[in-house]
């Protein structure tokens, strides 16, 4: 819902400056009386939206004071202790309650005026002024250790308990380790938040409005972990309170280590303006009215959750995204108490977002031959292998055992390491696969060009394992394909003709290769143990398989008999039948653009391109007739082909997120006023200014009271300033690691 401030209205706001009371309280102990103190004064009072820290600034006089509306001097000491709690409540004009600024003191800083006299007959005493400073409750959190892990009480599992010093990570190696359901920590903290999961309980993942709030309820400080406590008094709890979860991201998994780490540390890494999420810290208390004996009491220290998301958004795989549809419209163009600055800053406008994915993975089936796997040896090395040591002159004198060590020592030369082991993409490659289907799709099969793409080769590199999980089957139709089960990545699928052990020259269908062990079914190596081919990915000289045999020569994949010393008849396996699944990274980048017009008339168009290597946005594409599988028959099992894992209506989501803000200017607007105004609060959204005469669209982060020391009263003006501020926006933020949960 939105409100509207009208300053212009003489009837609401006088056009008189008038001396508003702020008023100033202390106490030692959180469970102590709140103390007035009259002799201090709040020069500056600052509420400041989270990352940043809310301060205020004290001022004392110590030495012979009379303080306002007194007659007679009083001693006052210097103030020598910090650590002591402070409430400030400012009177504002828009409405009945007070302002209120809650946090503690840390140590003043002192200007001495004159010292104590050391004449014992002397009563003049040492004066001056002291400035102390104080931080807000939120500071608090930077000193407040994460410490042990809140898991079920294993003798009572309706409650929670605190386990050793150590905090566990949230979502640990990226899987969720979250509890199904809420409770509470003890019976004096009533809060009620998600808890980690024992190994025997049942596992949800932590999103960022989980984190916050089990940080908030169970890791914010309290008295009893903040201070000692020597008179082993019971401590009252710090009443925290948190709301507005529902404006922080839900959808996403981040995996946060909290080991030695503070509650400001993983608050700051998780809420951020870049991720249009912010945090407002303040304090709801019952402030006495003027003139009373009565004292405040302060009911909670809220922990407000806000988003800076204006206009809704939908992401693909997310949904909508919570945005603040109200706001705060300001009229105060007429008024002679108020000021109003309103910058814009076009430095980040653009005419084109174009926002682009990882680079496109295919899953394509590859066989030996030409355009597509070659050797990638010479044919002299080929020669020499299968020579081995055959040409030496000493070769007729030796025995055959003399002659397979001669052989060994040729063979494992560096130069010929490649030989009969390194497969490579063709150079000449035309950029087709099994039955001349185009390894990366086109606009007709999902992509974004119009006409079937051929890339330099060299641009191209093979994974060491496929984007396909284990368990899911992905033959047929790809939209059939269900992976919500999938988890563990599979292999490189690798297949080559079995040889017949019954017909010489025969082959069989398929044969997986590597679960299943390939053996020599004749010739001299017939007796021998069965052995295996592991194939790997690489990438040394363009994309590329090497082919490791394991238990054998290297040459019992080939069709070569090799010389006198490796026997005759050798009928086994041919790496020139061999077949490959393999994931190939292409030389594009799915893509979504969005222009804010018409860019024809532009010679030189600002253009953004945002580059996300983020999962969810990973294009996934299978040619058709791709060979997912071998079954236990040795068939193949293929794919009709298609677009796997589409990410393009998720870009073009995150384009037109983005375009809402890179088209549109950012403002910033500074609002100084004597008037003292709580209708625009840290977090508010103010909308429209009717002297920027535009929706400027910007959330306050910040709001400032000045009340400078003065020699007379009638020369007191306090100012107040509120800044409100529209920020760059970073996407790639606020979506990490929101994959599926």
Request: proline residues 7%.
């Amino acid at each position: 819902m939105s409100i509207t401030i009208n300053l212009n209205d003489p009837a609401l706001f006088p056009r008189r400056s008038t001396t508003r009371s702020s008023r100033v309280w202390t106490k030692l102990r959180w469970n102590d009386a709140w103390t007035p103190r009259p002799d201090l004064h709040a020069t500056q009072t600052v509420w400041s939206a989270f990352p940043e820290i809310s301060t205020a600034t004290l001022h004392y006089q110590y030495g012979w004071v009379c303080l306002p509306g007194e007659n007679v001097a009083r001693r006052f000491d210097p103030i020598t202790s910090r650590g002591y709690w402070v409430l400030i409540a400012h009177e504002s004009d828009d409405s009945a309650s007070s302002m209120v600024w809650l946090g503690y003191a840390e140590s003043p800083q002192t200007q001495p005026l004159s010292y104590a006299s050391a004449d014992p007959r002397s009563n003049a005493i040492a004066s001056g002024s002291q400035f102390v400073p104080c931080f807000g409750m939120e500071r608090l959190w930077d000193v407040a250790t994460i410490e042990g892990t809140i898991a079920t009480d294993p003798a009572n599992e309706a409650k929670w308990t605190r386990f050793g010093d150590i905090a566990a990570t949230f979502n640990q190696d990226g899987r969720g380790n979250r509890s199904a359901t809420r409770k509470s920590l003890d019976e004096t903290r009533t809060w009620q938040a998600y808890g980690f999961a024992r190994p025997d309980e049942e596992r949800h993942t932590w999103s960022t409005a989980d984190i916050v709030q089990y940080l908030v309820g169970y890791h914010a400080p309290t008295t009893s972990r903040i201070m000692p406590n020597p008179d082993s008094a019971p401590l009252a709890e710090i009443p925290w309170r948190i709301s507005g979860l529902e404006y922080l991201p839900n959808w996403d998994s981040p995996t946060i280590t909290c080991d030695g780490r503070t509650v400001g540390d993983v608050l700051r890494q998780l809420v951020t303006p870049g991720r249009m999420a912010s945090l407002a810290i303040g304090a709801t208390a019952t402030i006495p009215e003027l003139g009373t004996s009565g004292l405040p009491v302060v009911t909670g220290v809220h922990v407000v959750a806000q988003t800076r998301l204006i206009t809704p958004t939908t992401i693909p795989g997310i949904g909508s995204l919570p945005y603040d549809s109200g706001g705060v419209n300001l009229s105060a163009l007429s008024d002679p108490l108020t000021h109003i600055d309103h910058q814009v800053d076009s430095s980040d406008v653009v005419d084109e977002v174009v926002v682009a994915g990882p680079r496109e993975i295919s899953v394509c089936t590859l066989k030996h031959g030409s355009k597509q796997w070659v050797n990638d040896w010479e044919s002299g090395d080929q020669t020499a292998f299968d020579n081995g040591a055959a040409d030496d002159p000493d070769w007729g004198d030796w025995t055959n055992a003399e002659r397979s060590e001669a052989n060994k020592r040729v063979r494992e030369r560096a130069s010929l390491q490649a030989v009969y082991r390194d497969l490579v993409l063709d150079p000449e490659s035309d950029g087709t696969c099994l039955n001349g289907e185009s390894i990366y799709p086109n606009r007709e099969t999902g992509g974004n060009d119009d006409n079937p793409h051929t890339s330099f080769p060299g641009t191209h590199r093979v994974l060491s394992e496929l984007p396909l999980y284990v368990g899911v089957d992905y033959s047929g139709d790809v939209d059939a394909v269900d992976e919500s089960v999938g988890w563990q990545r599979r292999p490189i699928l690798v297949s080559v003709e079995m040889p017949s052990e019954n017909v010489s020259n025969k082959r069989d269908p398929l044969e997986l290769i590597g679960d299943v062990d390939a053996h020599l079914p004749t010739g001299p190596f017939a007796s021998m143990r069965p052995f295996t081919l592991e194939v790997n990915a690489t990438n040394e000289n363009g994309p590329g398989l090497r082919l490791n045999v394991g238990g054998a020569p290297r040459f019992v994949i080939t069709a070569s008999n090799g010389n006198e010393a490796d026997g005759k008849g050798l009928d086994g396996y041919d790496y020139k039948t061999i077949e490959t699944t393999v994931a190939m990274v292409g030389d594009r980048r799915p893509y979504y653009s969005i222009a804010s017009g018409d860019l024809g008339s532009i010679d030189v168009p600002r253009r953004r391109l945002y580059v996300f290597e983020h999962a969810p946005l990973q294009m996934i594409y299978i040619p058709p007739g791709t060979v997912v599988e071998i079954d236990e028959f040795g068939d193949r099992k293929t794919s009709d082909g298609g677009i796997l894992r589409n990410p393009l209506p998720r870009l073009q989501a995150l384009a037109s997120l983005l375009a809402a803000y890179a088209h549109s200017p950012r403002h910033r607007v500074t609002v100084e006023t004597e008037r003292r105004i709580s209708l625009l609060p840290i977090g508010a959204n103010l909308r429209w200014v009717d002297v920027a005469g535009v929706d400027v669209a910007a959330p306050v982060i910040e709001i400032r009271i000045d009340s400078p020391i003065t020699t007379r009263p009638s020369d007191a003006r306090s100012t107040q300033t509120i800044t409100a501020a529209s920020h760059r926006f970073d996407v790639m933020r606020l979506i990490e690691a929101g994959a599926n949960r």
